[in-house]
């Protein structure tokens, strides 16, 4: 079972990859998207739930995602099927970093995704490509909510603390215009869910091939979160505008 299939199992009840509850994401996007007709992209986008949530409540906003993933892709062209939406929804096969459009976008997204820039200042700054004049950017990253371990740095990546995170992103050119710091409900949440939903399909699928690992590999992960991270690890979400004259 590679990264990818565990990944899909695993948000099954949590597909916003974030830990991010229904009432957050739906307020981030309406701070977000103020007008209700934007044209939204979303760098990295994997099964486009937060388009497809977009789409859903605003009938004229148009919208593009872009990922390396084709099975991700075909979960989301599938779901915005189901939900009425197809018309109003482009896909991107290829690198988010290597995405080109010949018209700017209204608001960019970005979750879970700044690994695939090398970091959130990179992210912004592809983002900062793609912005049309006076548009916002919606993007997620992790942060030390207090000096974590070696071991936990290696687990997850060399973060800084929330204001130093959000000096830099200032520094960078941006404004926030609105954010959300996770709760500890919200983490716990995400973490249960996600290793809770790969068990339990081990569980349910004994003779498969692949549940002794799905069984394991859900049983590392939530031992690496609750004994790593769990007392260290934060996550922020921010509302972006770029800053007047630092472009």
Known sequence: MNREQISRIAHVEHPIKSPLDDDSVHRLLQRGLPRGDERVL??????????????ATRPHLHAE????????????????LDRGVQDR??????????FVSAEPFDVVLSFGATHAFEGLLPTLAAARKHLAPGGR????????DR???????????????????????????????DGHVSTRRELDDYEWACWGSLASWALDHPADVDSAHALETATTRRSEWLRGYRDTWGFV???????PGRA
């Open 89 to 98: 929804l482009v896909l991107h096969h290829q690198k988010a970093e290597d």
């Open 65 to 80: 995602g872009v990922d390396v993933s084709a099975d991700a892709l075909a979960q989301a062209a599938a779901a915005a």
């Open 137 to 144: 950017v919606l993007v997620g990253e992790g942060f030390w």
């Open 42 to 55: 979303d760098l990295g986008c994997g099964g486009g739930e937060w388009l497809l949530r977009a789409l």
């Open 237 to 243: 979400s921010l509302v972006l505008r770029p800053t």
């Open 147 to 177: 000096p974590p371990s070696p071991e936990a740095v290696e687990m997850l990546g060399n973060f800084t603390d929330l204001a130093t995170t959000v000096d830099r992103v200032v520094a960078d050119g941006w404004t926030p215009v």
